[in-house]
């Protein structure tokens, strides 16, 4: 297996512009989590699906966040309008059953907004 | 908040030495788990401790679990320069949630 699959590994992008963030999770694995992470917050749980559905959302920042998974094996997190305070690390990450047996986690997608 | 906290923040020795990482946590919990990440890269599950276990080995790591003090700690014995990276301790959402909150985690440097 590949492992979790996240494009692009990198994204700069402009203040106001649309970035999509893709994610493939492992085959078999029934949740999905989006995590932020940044220096001074380190890693923030955004939003997690569970059989493709969002089960919680409560740290997505704001409703220029918004996350979709269409089916078992893809995921995308939506900034729109894009600021320079979402710069970070996002991560995705999966997991076969609860979060009691581990999370396996995506290189992460790099986003610079400038 | 039920994110952990690791300690220390940062952490350097000479390869060969042995590093210990503490984590505390705030909720009871039925186990809680070690995360490396190395720089540019995702978070790598390391090993798993329940709650009813009090110590428990993975190659070069000994993970010990103390409920009542709501503590953990990562001992890397014979470190190498490839063991350079930040170390995260995570627990499960108690109140039913299937997630897990990540601790702050140590950055540890192996010097060659």
């Known amino acids: 297996d590949a492992g979790v699959i996240q494009s692009p590994r990198h994204e700069v992008t402009e203040m106001g512009q649309e970035v999509t963030l893709r994610c493939k999770p492992i085959?078999?694995?029934?949740?999905l989590f989006w995590y932020r992470q940044t220096m001074m917050r380190g890693l923030e749980l955004l939003i997690y699906f569970n059989n493709n559905v969002p089960i919680d959302d409560s740290g997505m920042p704001e409703d220029r966040f918004s996350a979709k998974m269409p089916n078992a094996s893809f995921s995308t997190l939506k900034i729109q309008p894009s600021e320079p305070r979402d710069s970070a690390v996002y991560f995705c990450?999966?997991?076969?059953?609860?979060?009691?047996?581990?999370?396996?986690f995506g290189s992460g997608t790099r986003l610079t907004v400038v | 908040s039920q994110q952990g906290e690791e300690d220390p923040q940062a952490l350097s020795i000479q390869e060969g030495e042995n590093a210990t990482m503490n984590c505390s946590y705030k909720t009871s919990i039925n186990n809680l788990q070690w995360y490396r990440q190395n720089s540019g890269r995702g978070l790598v599950h390391l090993i798993l401790i329940r709650s009813n276990e009090r110590e428990k080995h993975s190659g070069r790591l000994r993970v010990t679990l103390d409920t009542s003090k709501k503590s953990s700690s990562l001992l890397i014995t014979a470190s190498r320069a490839a063991d350079t990276a930040s170390y995260f301790c995570?627990?499960?959402?108690?109140?039913?949630?299937?997630?897990?909150?990540f601790g702050t985690g140590t950055r540890l440097t192996v010097i060659p």
């Open positions: 990450a999966s997991s076969a059953r609860t979060a009691n047996y581990g999370y396996t």
């Open positions: 085959s078999g694995h029934n949740s």
């Open positions: 995570a627990t499960p959402d108690q109140t039913g949630a299937n997630n897990l909150f």
